[in-house]
């Protein structure tokens, strides 16, 4: 079945620790997308990408890289970790159906940096 | 203002009881996806729309681009419904089939 995975389910990180979140999709979509959900923001694009060897800003990047290795993989990496960035993350890949786009999400992974 | 204006912010219903939840957009949109999140916080897609009405059991949603607006009714309410509820479109003319979310509506239903 075609599905979007995320690993680890949930971290604990320390301040200044680098923390990688990963994200698998079996549904061959070109674009995937990395998105964290705070109370009363909705979720909010980090990084996005258009196909393997591609990474683009979303509309908070800051503290924040993407690696994309393949079709399949898309990977969000903090570099120096900090309190601020304890969110839910969310992976999503997606689809251009012509008249419109269309995104399949993964379950979160819970990131809590003490 | 916000790209994505998501009203109301909660609503409370009885079991059985019907109601609607609407989002209101800034700009011309493409397309919109609902979604429920529920307890465990996982998305799940309920509608996409690029044009006019779907129905699916007891929900129905409508996506108007020239009036710049969507909404989610929800007919008979049960308790499974309980959660919280996204508006997301993806803007006419944006790039990288990007989605704008809305704030969501907690939808609570009683017994």
């Known amino acids: 079945e075609a599905a979007v995975t995320q690993s680890p389910r949930n971290k604990v990180a320390v301040t200044g620790g680098k923390v990688t979140l990963s994200c698998n999709q079996t549904?061959?979509?070109?674009?995937m997308y990395w998105y964290r959900q705070d109370t009363g923001h909705g979720l909010r694009l980090i990084h996005y990408?258009?196909?393997?060897?591609s990474t683009e800003k979303g509309d908070i990047p800051d503290g924040y890289k993407a690696s994309r290795p393949s079709q399949e993989n898309f990977s969000l990496i903090l570099e120096l970790a900090t309190p601020s960035q304890t969110s839910v993350y969310f992976c999503?890949?997606?689809?251009?159906w012509g008249d419109g786009a269309e995104q399949f999400f993964g379950p979160g992974t819970r990131l809590t940096v003490l | 203002g916000m790209p994505v204006e998501q009203n109301p912010p909660a609503l409370s219903l009885y079991e059985g009881a019907d109601s609607g939840l609407r989002c209101n957009f800034s700009?011309?949109?493409?397309?919109v996806q609902w979604f429920q999140q529920n307890h465990r916080g996982r998305l799940i897609t309920l509608f996409y729309?690029?044009?006019g009405t779907k129905e699916n059991g007891r929900l129905k949603s409508t996506f108007n681009s020239k009036e710049r607006y969507s909404t989610l009714h929800i007919k008979d309410a049960q308790l499974e419904d309980s959660g919280t509820y996204f508006c997301?479109?993806?803007?006419?003319?944006?790039?990288?089939?990007?989605?704008?979310f809305g704030t969501g509506t907690l939808l609570s239903v009683k017994p």
């Open positions: 729309l690029a044009q």
């Open positions: 549904n061959n979509h070109n674009n």
């Open positions: 999503a890949s997606g689809v251009d």
């Open positions: 700009t011309t949109m493409k397309s």
């Open positions: 997301a479109a993806e803007e006419a003319g944006g790039s990288g089939n990007k989605l704008i």
């Open positions: 990408s258009y196909g393997a060897g």
